[in-house]
């Protein structure tokens, strides 16, 4: 079954840091750019930070410089460590491909970032 299925997330205090993770199947992430992505409460879904196949990465303003995006191509594993975590971090968070057109969105993981 072609998946995504993302874990890490929690309750953090502001100033706090997280890393959170997504299992992917190989048949999407062998070869794919990835994406994080994230939906604030009463918000839309956006992209925030995404890394192709050799490691090359880009982020949103709102992220850059306190989020690194990094995958384990041979555990098929992408990963979000996010530091100096503020409450506006609050949000959902997913994993998928970018664009997000080859797999169903997981449920993705809540983080809440208190103040």
Known sequence: QVRVMESGGGLVQAGGSLRLSCEASR??????TMGWYRQPPGEQ????AR????GDTSYAESVKGRFTISRDNAKNILYLDMTSLKPEDTAVYYCNTNPPNRVAWGKGTLVTVSS
Do not use: A
């Open 27 to 32: 048949t999407i992430f062998s070869g794919s």
């Open 51 to 54: 890394i192709i196949w050799r």
């Open 45 to 48: 879904r956006e992209l925030i």
